[in-house]
C-alpha cells in the first residue's frame, strides 16, 4: 500500500509562490507516475503536473506551464511542485496521486491519494 503525505499549502498573496511536497512510503515501482491535481470548490479535480518514478519526463496541464515545476527527489521518496507567479485561479485543494498515469493528465489514472493541502492565493 502507498501512502502519500502533502504538506506546504497556505495562503499567499497574488504572484507569489510555494512549494508542496508529496512524501511517498510503502512500495515503489519505477513505472509509476506521481502527478499533482486540484480541486476548487463547485469545479471537478483538474491535473497540474506529473512525474515519473524513475527518469525525469514531465508534464503540466497549460494553464500552469512556465510557472509551476515538478521534481522528484528519489532519496527522499519525495515529490515537489514548485509554484510561481500564483494567480487567485490557483486557488484550491491540491492533492498528491500516485499511479500507472493510464492516462496520466486524468483522476481515473491514480490508484493512490494524499489528503490534500489548501492553496490560497489572495488578491
Known amino acids: 500500500q502507498v501512502q502519500l503525505v502533502e504538506s506546504g499549502g497556505g495562503l499567499v498573496q497574488v504572484g507569489g509562490s510555494l512549494r508542496l511536497a508529496c512524501a511517498a512510503s510503502?512500495?515503489?515501482?519505477?513505472?509509476?507516475?506521481t502527478g499533482w491535481f486540484r480541486q476548487a470548490p463547485g469545479k471537478e479535480r483538474e491535473f497540474v503536473a506529473a512525474i515519473r518514478w524513475s527518469g525525469s519526463s514531465t508534464y503540466y496541464a497549460e494553464s500552469v506551464k512556465g510557472r509551476f515545476a515538478i521534481s522528484r527527489d528519489a532519496a527522499k521518496n519525495t515529490v515537489y511542485l514548485q509554484m510561481n507567479s500564483l494567480k487567485p485561479e490557483d486557488t484550491a485543494v491540491y492533492y498528491c496521486?500516485?499511479?500507472?498515469?493510464?492516462?496520466?493528465?486524468?483522476?481515473?489514472?491514480?490508484?493512490?491519494w494524499g489528503q490534500g493541502t489548501q492553496v490560497t492565493v489572495s488578491s
Open positions: 510503502g512500495p515503489t515501482f519505477s513505472n509509476y507516475y
Open positions: 496521486a500516485a499511479g500507472y498515469g493510464l492516462p496520466i493528465t486524468s483522476w481515473t489514472g491514480y490508484k493512490y
